[in-house]
C-alpha cells in the first residue's frame, strides 16, 4: 500500500503539510492545523513533492525552517462524493478516515495557485479523540543529498505512542483524562449555570492576531524620544509588561499608560486619544484584510476563531444559556468583526465594548450589572476569557471563571504566559481552546452531547 506523513513544518510559519506517496513524488497540502477528530481543518493544495519526504526530518535548504515527523503510516483512497477526495490512514492497525473538500481536492493543477478546501479527520470506526495511540515505529535516515532537505538531519527513532495529534498537557498539571483541560480548583459549583459572558479578542476571536506587535513597537518609539529614556531593549520589557497586564481593559487606558511613562522620563506626551487614533491606522490595516477576506469567502471563519469556538456556542445556546459579550476592543469594531465571523446570532443585543476615550466603560460594570439584573447567585455565571481582567471579575462575582490560554498565532497548545496570568486571576479551568468540547461540558454538568 502507498505511504502517507503528516510532517510539521515551522516555515514561514508553522503549519502542518499532509503527503502521499502518489507515484514517484507526493501529493501534498499544507493544514493551518494537526489533523483532528471531527474538526474541519482549513487546507491548500500544494504542488507534488518529492518522496524523500516519507522518511526525512531535519533542515530544509534555503533557510526555509525545519521539518518534523509528526504522523506515518500507510493509506488507500476510498470512493467519494463527487468533487471530494476521501482515503483511510492506517497507522500501525489503527484506521482513521480523511475527508478532503473543496477546489483542493481535485488532482488536476488548474488556474489558482495553492487552491483551498478543508479536512475533515476522523477515525473509521471505535471512539473519537486525537490521539492515535499505535503509531508505527519510525527509523528516520539522516538525511539525503537532496535540493530541498539538507544532509544534516540526524537518525531518530519514535517508539509507539511517540506521534499526538495535539500537544499533551505536562506531566505535573491536573487535568481532565484524555483532555487538555487543567483543573486549577477544585469544588465549582456545577449544574447552576444560567448565563456566560465571553471575552472577544483571543477568546472567541482572532482577527486581531498579533496587535501586541504592532502597540509594543509604537509605544517604544514614543518612549524612545523622552529625554530620560532607557536603551530601546528595557523600553520593550517595561512597554510589554503594562500592556499585557491592561490585556482586557479597553485600549485607552494603555494610552494612558504611555502617556504616564513618556511623562516620567522628562517627556511631554500627546493625548492618549491620539496614541490610540495611532494605533488603531496601524492595526486596522490588517483587521480590514483579514475581514475582506471573510466577507467575500477567501478566507475561513473557522481559521480566524479559536478552534471550536462555534461548536461551543452552539451548545451553549442549545443549553438554554442567555450569551454575552464583553470586550475591550471599541464596541463599532467588536460588532462588525463579530458579523464577519458570522457569530452576531449567539449574542443578539447583549454585545458591550469600548466607546472613544470614554473611561466609565469596564467589564467589571458590564459583569456587576448581569449580575444584579440576572440575580445570578455563586456558580450562575460561567465567563470565558484570556485576559486578567475578565477572569479576576468572574472569579469576584462567585461565577466560574475559565482561562482560554490560547496560541493565537499557531491555534494549537497553551500559551504559557497568559496560563499563569489566567491563574493568578482566579481561574478555575485552564483550556488552549474548545476541542475538547464534551468533556467540557460535562465536567460543568451542562451535558455532554455536543450539539451541531
Same mark, same amino acid.
Given at each position: ?30 493544514? =493551518? ?6 474538526? #474541519? ?38 470512493? +467519494? ?23 483542493? =481536492? ?8 495553492? !487552491? ?9 470506526? *471505535? !471512539? ?30 519514535? #517508539?509507539? *505512542? ?7 498537557? !505536562? ?30 479578542? *483571543? ?8 496587535? #501586541? ?140 465594548? +469600548? ?76 483550556? !488552549? ?20
Amino acid at each position: 500500500m502507498p505511504r502517507f506523513v503528516v510532517l510539521q513544518h515551522d516555515w514561514p510559519q508553522l503549519h502542518w503539510d499532509l503527503m502521499l506517496e502518489n507515484g514517484a513524488s507526493l501529493r501534498t497540502w499544507r493544514l =493551518a492545523e494537526v489533523p483532528c477528530s471531527g474538526h #474541519p481543518i482549513a487546507l491548500v493544495r500544494l504542488p507534488p513533492h518529492r518522496s524523500i519526504y516519507l522518511d526525512y526530518e531535519g533542515t530544509v535548504s534555503g533557510n526555509r525552517g525545519t521539518v518534523k515527523r509528526v504522523l506515518g503510516g500507510t493509506y488507500q483512497p476510498v470512493p +467519494a462524493p463527487p468533487g471530494d477526495a476521501w482515503f483511510e490512514f492506517d497507522l500501525g492497525g489503527e484506521r482513521w478516515l480523511g475527508q478532503i473538500t473543496g477546489p483542493a =481536492a481535485d488532482q488536476e493543477e488548474g488556474l489558482v495557485p495553492e !487552491p483551498p478546501g478543508h479536512l475533515v479527520w476522523r477515525r473509521a470506526a *471505535g !471512539p473519537s479523540d486525537c490521539s492515535p495511540s499505535n503509531a508505527e515505529i519510525n527509523t528516520v535516515p539522516s538525511g539525503p543529498d537532496a535540493e530541498s532537505p539538507q544532509t544534516s538531519a540526524s537518525p531518530s527513532i519514535h #517508539p509507539p *505512542g511517540h506521534h499526538s495529534m495535539l500537544p499533551a498537557l !505536562p506531566a505535573d498539571r491536573r487535568s481532565l483524562p484524555g483532555t487538555r483541560i487543567e483543573i486549577v480548583r477544585d469544588g465549582i459549583p456545577r449544574g447552576r449555570v444560567r448565563v456566560a459572558v465571553f471575552d472577544f479578542d *483571543g477568546t472567541l476571536s482572532l482577527i486581531r492576531e498579533g496587535w #501586541p506587535e504592532l502597540m509594543i513597537p509604537l509605544m517604544v518609539e514614543h518612549l524612545a524620544r523622552a529625554p530620560r529614556a532607557e536603551p530601546r531593549d528595557q523600553l520593550g520589557q517595561r512597554v510589554e509588561e503594562f500592556v499585557m497586564r491592561l490585556n482586557g481593559k479597553p485600549t485607552i487606558h494603555q494610552m494612558i499608560q504611555l502617556a504616564e511613562e513618556i511623562r516620567a522620563r522628562g517627556g511631554e506626551p500627546l493625548a492618549p486619544m491620539a496614541y490610540k487614533q495611532e494605533f488603531q491606522e496601524r492595526l486596522l490595516q490588517r483587521v480590514h484584510s483579514r475581514t475582506r477576506g471573510l466577507r467575500e469567502g477567501t478566507v475561513e471563519a473557522e481559521s480566524l476563531t479559536v478552534p471550536g469556538s462555534l461548536e461551543l456556542l452552539r451548545a451553549l445556546a442549545g443549553q438554554g444559556l442567555e450569551l454575552s459579550l464583553a470586550s475591550g476592543t471599541d464596541l463599532v469594531y467588536v460588532k462588525q468583526e463579530l458579523e464577519a465571523l458570522g457569530l452576531q446570532e449567539f449574542f443578539g443585543d447583549r454585545v458591550y465594548g +469600548a466607546i472613544d476615550d470614554d473611561q466609565s466603560y469596564s467589564k467589571q460594570m458590564i459583569i456587576d450589572r448581569l449580575v444584579a439584573e440576572r440575580q445570578l447567585g455563586p456558580g450562575e455565571l460561567l465567563g470565558f476569557g484570556d485576559g486578567f481582567v475578565e477572569i479576576q471579575e468572574v472569579s469576584r462575582v462567585g461565577g466560574i471563571a475559565v482561562g482560554v490560554a490560547s496560541d493565537e498565532t499557531h491555534r494549537v497548545g497553551v500559551n504559557d504566559w497568559k496560563r499563569n496570568r489566567l491563574i493568578e486571576a482566579g481561574a478555575e479551568l485552564i483550556v !488552549p481552546d474548545y476541542r475538547d468540547l464534551s468533556p467540557l461540558l460535562g465536567h460543568l454538568a451542562l451535558g455532554g452531547a455536543v450539539i451541531s
